[in-house]
């Protein structure tokens, strides 16, 4: 079974960084893309940022030059490098494939403030 493992949230005031890691088991980065989710209170889940298995990233224009999304596959990782972080992000964030075809994990908060 596909299973994924969010952490690296937290409390940072605006302006300031984290770095989200989710590892995965149970898939194989040659046949699917990953990406990040995020949802906010009384907001739908949404996309943040994707990378497919030939290494094409994409951004919501909302993080654009502010997030970085990458991948190690001999760790079977992602990550989410956020910098300059707004209280608009705010948000528990959770990763998947592009898609999302599989169970959701628990996901990692990250609040933004003063």
């Known amino acids: 079974q596909v299973h994924f493992v969010e952490s690296g949230g937290g409390l940072v005031q605006p302006g300031g960084s984290l770095r989200l890691s989710c590892a995965a088991s149970?898939?194989?980065?040659?046949?699917?893309?990953m990406a990040w989710y995020r949802q906010a209170p009384g907001k739908q889940r949404e996309l943040v940022a994707s990378?497919?298995?030939?290494?094409?990233?994409n951004y919501a224009d909302l993080v654009k030059d502010r997030f970085a999304l990458s991948r190690d596959t001999a760790k079977n990782t992602v990550y989410l490098k956020m910098n300059s972080l707004k209280p608009e992000d705010t948000a528990v964030y959770y990763c998947?494939?592009?898609?999302?075809?599989?169970?959701w994990g628990q996901g990692t908060q990250v609040t933004v403030s003063s």
């Open positions: 990378i497919t298995s030939g290494d094409i990233v």
């Open positions: 998947n494939s592009i898609l999302a075809l599989f169970a």
């Open positions: 149970g898939i194989s980065f040659n046949l699917y893309g």
